[in-house]
Every structure is written in C-alpha cells, then in structure tokens.
C-alpha cells in the first residue's frame, strides 16, 4: 500500500510528473535509435558479436553495438572525454583555473568536453565500422563508409543532447539513465538464456537467484553506507547577557564509503575498452598482452579493471569532497567536530576519516566489479551473459542509478511538503517578514 501511496503523491506533484514524463519520454527516443540499423547493413550476419567482450560493449549500449544500430557507440565516447577532461583538470593549470572559475568555467569544461567527444566519435566510428560492421555489407564503397560515420559521430551527439536534457529538465543523472536503460533492457533475456541453458537445473538456477539477491544488497548496502562524524553547535549567545546560554545542537557529517558511486566503474571500463579496439586492427592481432586485456575473464583483465577502480575511486573522491571546504563551512556556521580544533585541524580530521573509510569502500567495488568473471571461471553459472549482471559494472550501475534517482523523486516529494507548509496560513504570514523566517 506504500508503494501505491508514493505513486499517487508523484502524481499529485504536478513538477515531479512533467520531469518523469520527459524523462520516460527521451528515454523512448533512446530505445527506439538503438533498433534503428545502419543503412546497407544486413544485421542477421552480426550475430557472432554477441559474445565475449563485444557482448560487454553491446550491454552498455542497449544491443546497439551488435544490431550495428546508429547508436553503436551508446554515450561511451563522452564517458572517455569527460575522463581526459577530468585528468586534465589535475594536470593542466588552464583546466585548473576554468574550474575555479564557478558557471562560466563550467560551461567552458562543458563546452570543450563536448568538441573532445565529436573527435573521439570519429576516431572510434571507423574502427567500429571496420571490426565489426563491414562484413555485413554487401558493397561497403566510399559513400557506404561516409555516410555511416557521419550517421554513428551525430548520433552519439544526440545521446550526448539526450543525457543533458533528462539532467536539466527531466530526474536524475542523464548520462547514468541511459547506460542504466540499456543493461536493464538486455536482462530479461540473459534471465531466460540461463534458466533454458541445458545444464542448469531448476534447484541450480533459485540458488543463483538467491546469491544474486544477495550481491544486490551488498551492492546497495555499499552504495548507502556513510560514516557520521560528529558535529557540535556553537551555544547560543543572547545579546543583553555577557555569557552564552543553552545548549548548542548536535548533528553530524555523512561521509559516504563510497563518495564516488558508479563513477569509478564507467571510466575504468571506459578505459578497459580501449584495448578490444586496438585488437581489432590487424597490425595489433597477435600482440600477446593486448589480447589478454581483451579477455573479459582473463586474469590480466581483471587484475588491472579491479586495481583502476580503487584508483578511480581514491582519484574521483579527491574531486568531489573537499575537506578544507567542508572544514571553512563548519567555521562559518560557528560549529565544530569535538575534540578537533576548528580550521585546517578540522580539515585534516575529516581527510584522515574520508581515506580510511575510502580504502575498504574502494576494495569492494573493485572486488564487486570482477564477481562475474569469477563466479563464470568457477562455473557458477552456465551462460556468459547472465554472469555480467552478477555482480559487476551492470549491477553497481543499476544499484547506484536507481537509488540516486529515487533520492531525487523524494527530495521532489519533501519539497511539496514544504511549499504545502509555506502555503499555510501562519506561514504565509510569517515569510511576509523583512527577515523572513525570524520574524514575527
């Protein structure tokens, strides 16, 4: 019944439905661009790329990359710009200025990111097109090769518009949406390939649901875990009495065991794909150590996924949470942690306390992220695909997406609570103040 009830307050949020409905709406668009084959391409002859890693790259992107769809490339090729800008950021100073520079620097960030994704789209769509494509054509003359490239580079720029759009006007991260739509639509019927695969059993096959609902609540228990570092308020100083009076109140800090989310997994795999396209080239065949890196259950793979996400993790959580600003708001607000000297103490408190409680956070998503690879090597499920969603980057994505859009849906359906309380007749009387809230 509470499930209904949150349907209906949804519903009654006149805002929150207009951005769902925009949401679900380019979402739509999104599904029916990944069915829309390449013209001249014969996609019953693209079935053999369904597996292995290429059956990786066809599960961020929705089955786009196997159909030869005109969003082959899914939003991956912004994911890698947005990657160097990121780099760049540390390692650039201009990079470094533009973001100290607040809206504007942003857009420029924006801006550059996204000339960075049409450069990488073009170096990316021939060699899709060549690897993969080509076979299926019939006659693959010059205009074939022109027109596919310019088709697949303005496509990714429209997922690109796309994910922008459900940010600004729709619910929740729009990048993170659309790689989410696009595992969730190939589940199903990974679900069924396993369950019909001749050696699984009935009994076999609940056991493997019922480790899979368990990885699903280690997942969230990781996505949600915080540790709450105490804060005390400054006591109260009246302005007619020399000494403070009452009790200062208490709060706390929620520092997130995993302040990165799913942003570590997406730019390690970003990476990781790099190496199944220099494979495809025939100059890099028979290198050895890049096939290797084009083994999705290899151990050279899953030893360098898993120790790029811890990095990842430690390297995005330096540029999301910031301790020294986090330290000047405590100062500014006259409150501090106890036992901790307000200032650069204070920062270098919370520093120590976001490394050690990042450490174990990045480990287990490292170990998360190569559960499928383990869990198939060890035959403990019978089909390739099934095993991505057990565990991995799937799994983590859809954890966190979800999770992070519900979050937004209900600080939506808090703040009609609140416009229903300003609404109220003392309260409408209250914000007439000068003041605003301290008057009256």
């Not at 519903?11 to 769902?20: A, N, Q, T, V």
């Not at 076979?135 to 205009?143: G, H, I, N, Q, R």
Request: zero cysteines; charged letters at 10%.
């Amino acid at each position: 019944m509470r499930l209904f009830s949150k349907i209906a307050d949804i519903w009654r949020h006149e805002e929150l439905r207009k951005k769902i409905g925009i949401t679900l709406g380019l979402i739509l668009v999104y599904r029916i661009g990944s069915f829309i084959v390449l013209p001249g391409v014969n996609p019953d002859a693209l079935a053999d790329q369904s597996e292995g890693l290429g059956g990786l790259l066809s599960l961020f992107t929705g089955g786009a990359f196997s159909r030869a769809s005109i969003f082959a490339l899914g939003i991956m090729p912004y994911i890698s710009a947005s990657i160097i800008i990121q780099l760049m950021s540390i390692a650039v100073p201009a990079v470094q200025k533009m973001q100290q520079e607040g809206e504007s620097g942003r857009k420029k960030i924006t801006q550059y990111t996204r000339f960075l994704t049409i450069a990488i789209s073009l170096v990316q769509a021939p060699g899709y097109l060549a690897s993969t494509v080509v076979s299926a054509v019939a006659v693959p003359d010059t205009l074939w090769w022109f027109s596919s490239v310019v088709i697949i580079v303005s496509s990714t720029l429209v997922i690109m518009w796309l994910g922008e759009r459900i940010t600004d006007n729709g619910v929740g991260n729009g990048i993170s949406l659309l790689i989410m739509i696009g595992i969730i639509a190939t589940f199903p019927q990974s679900l069924i390939q396993e369950f019909m695969h001749p050696d699984s059993t009935v009994y076999f096959f609940l056991v493997e649901i019922a480790f899979f609902l368990v990885v699903i609540g280690a997942s969230v228990a990781l996505v949600q875990g915080i540790r709450k570092v105490p804060v005390q308020m400054a006591k109260l100083q009246q302005a007619d009495s020399p000494m403070p009076t009452g009790s200062g109140a208490r709060s706390f800090i929620p520092l997130k065991v995993n302040s990165s989310g799913v942003m570590p997994i997406i730019f390690a795999q970003a990476i990781m794909f790099v190496p199944l396209y220099l494979t495809q080239a025939e100059s890099f065949q028979n290198n050895a150590f890049l096939q290797s890196l084009s083994d999705f259950n290899g151990v050279g793979y899953n030893v360098l996924f898993f120790f790029m996400i811890v990095a990842f993790t430690y390297f995005y959580t330096a540029i999301t949470v910031n301790p020294n600003q986090m330290a000047d708001d405590l100062k500014r607000q006259n409150s501090f942690v106890p036992g901790i000297k307000p200032g650069r103490a204070t920062a270098e408190f919370l520093d120590s306390v976001l490394s050690k409680i990042t450490l174990p956070g990045a480990l287990f998503l490292g170990f998360i992220a190569i559960l499928p690879a383990i869990v198939f090597s060890l035959g403990l499920t019978h089909s390739q695909p099934f095993s991505i969603f057990f565990g991995g980057t799937s799994l983590l994505i859809m954890v966190g997406v979800i999770l992070d859009t519900l979050q937004q849906v209900e600080s939506y359906l808090l703040s009609r609570h609140y416009d229903g309380l300003m609404k109220s007749g003392n309260m409408r009387n209250r914000s007439q103040s000068p003041v605003g809230g301290l008057g009256g």
